[in-house]
């Protein structure tokens, strides 16, 4: 697991509440919640640039 560097401090001092889902940093007392990686959002693809209009 990679180290989690305070937003606010700075600090490597940090712990994690796995009772409410975040992390609080021992220096400064930052209470804050750990960013969740995105699940592969689809992304919407222009009909000019993949060349398949519809017809009407």
Known sequence: MPETICPDCASTSVVVSTVKDQM?????????????????????????????HKKK
């Open 24 to 52: 609080i940093c021992r220096d400064c007392g930052l209470i804050f919640e750990p960013l969740v990686p995105e699940q592969g959002v689809p992304q919407e693809r222009s009909a000019k640039k993949t060349g398949q």
